[in-house]
């Protein structure tokens, strides 16, 4: 799996490559040249390039040189080591959530409360690059949502309304199963889809037990002994014990699951946002009958969006100066209706933006459409990974398990709850 913290190529995450500050100069010609960091993810880089050549042509005596990294762990390397060792661009841009608090933001960066700019920042994306109380970046991109893609087309021949609890939801999967259609599509062989379920769940485990991540990083509760966290692996044991899955959810990869879900051969799919470019790519003519809604819960007075975060864009302690103030003015472009409109009309986004003022361009696939809504209400939480670092590496293959009828909920929430132990103890973190 391309590292089911959903960060890296899923979100579109930027950061950078080898050449440092220093080696710019302090100018270029009579400009102040700023670098800024980014990784290699081609959409990442074009994105970054826009947004560069946007602000020097806003600020003529300013410009911004994009360099690049690698992704994954080698690049989490590079800007580990290069913040460590005082050797980072002016700015730089990075996961947020647990993997940002893994920077040690409050010794290596410089935070922005100070700046009008934070005033602008969505309120549940400045938690996750929040430290210490300060906030220590701004957004790149839009959000994802995770959630279940559904046939608009298959809905409107059933006479069938989006469900907001999960007895509605699984109500709508009997009657999709009479017509002869997969109700839920699910495609193991792609494992890290098998996920979905228990991690767009998120928000309703949250809506029950709002402190769940802070008491689940200190070792205080067990998914297998809470009784919200636990129902997360139950809801896939229901729609497998209830034979909604396609007939070949074992073999089947997430390209068949998405032009299942666009041909209406199956009507509900378990998915993150960032893959309706590749519906819109595959089945142009099919990708208006995509929508989109939150994973239902138990209580339709609480149905809400679990939402994978973008990355965030930050300066390190070593730009000062006139090129701190330069930087920013770079984050205060990026993170205004400016710089999105840049942004968007750069690649397409997979969500809605968490800057005020920001709006989604109105050519966006339906799906993506769909989620505004849930912003509009206030009614999105951050998937776990962006509120707490514990994450167990098994955890696709248990899900695997769960929807496939090999493993029982319970059994496999104690396993989860052992495999996180092995995965919090090699991090070192407290109480564990």
Not at 46 to 53: G, I, N, R, V
Not at 115 to 124: E, K, M, S
Not at 394 to 411: F, H, T
């Amino acid at each position: 799996m391309a590292r089911f913290w959903l960060t890296a190529a899923v979100v579109g995450l930027l950061a950078t490559s080898a050449c440092t500050p220093g080696s710019l100069g302090d100018s270029d010609g009579d400009a102040t040249a700023l670098s800024y960091l980014v990784d290699n993810e081609p959409s990442t880089v074009k994105t970054a390039e826009a947004l560069a050549k946007a602000f020097t042509a806003k600020y003529p005596d300013l410009s911004v040189k994009v360099e690049t990294r690698p992704q994954g762990g080698e690049g989490d390397n590079i800007v580990k080591t290069r913040l460590s060792t005082g050797d980072m661009t002016d700015i730089f841009a990075y996961n947020s959530g647990s993997l940002f608090q893994a920077l040690k933001p409050e010794q290596n960066l410089t935070p922005l409360d100070d700046q009008a700019l934070v005033g602008t920042i969505d309120p549940t994306f400045a938690k996750t690059v929040t430290a210490a109380g300060k906030v220590y970046g701004v957004p790149t991109g839009g959000t994802v949502g995770g959630g279940v893609y559904y046939n608009r087309a298959v809905y409107s021949r059933l006479g069938l309304q989006v469900p907001k609890t999960w007895a509605e939801f699984m109500a709508n999967n009997a009657r999709i199963k009479a017509a002869d259609i997969a109700p839920v599509v699910q495609t193991y062989q792609t494992t890290w889809t098998s996920q979905l379920i228990y991690l767009a769940d998120y928000h309703n485990v949250a809506s029950v037990q709002p402190d769940f991540a802070e008491q689940y990083t200190a070792n205080k509760v067990k998914v297998a002994s809470t009784p919200a966290a636990l129902r997360s692996f139950q809801r896939l044991q229901e729609v497998h014990d209830a034979g909604y899955q396609n007939s070949d959810f074992a073999s089947a990869q997430l390209e068949n699951g998405l032009k299942m879900i666009a041909d209406g051969t199956g009507a509900h799919y378990p998915m993150l946002t960032f893959t309706v470019a590749t519906i819109v790519a595959n089945s142009p003519d099919k990708a208006k009958d995509v929508g989109f809604f939150a994973l239902p819960g138990e209580d339709a007075a609480k149905n809400g969006l679990t939402v994978w975060m973008p990355g965030g864009i930050y300066l390190p302690k070593t730009t000062t100066g006139a090129r701190l103030d330069a930087a920013k003015k770079f984050l205060a472009f990026v993170a205004s209706p400016e710089g999105c409109d840049v942004m968007g009309k750069t690649t397409a986004p997979s969500g809605p933006y968490v800057v005020k003022g920001c709006t989604l361009p109105a050519d966006v696939p339906q799906a993506v459409k769909d989620m505004q809504p849930y912003f509009d209400a206030s009614k999105t939480t951050p998937a776990l990974e962006f509120l707490s670092p514990v994450k167990g590496p098994a955890l696709e293959q248990i899900c695997v398990e769960v929807g496939s009828g090999i493993r029982k909920s319970g059994d496999a929430a104690e396993l989860y709850d052992r495999d996180v132990q092995k995965q919090a103890q090699q991090l070192g973190l407290p109480g564990w």
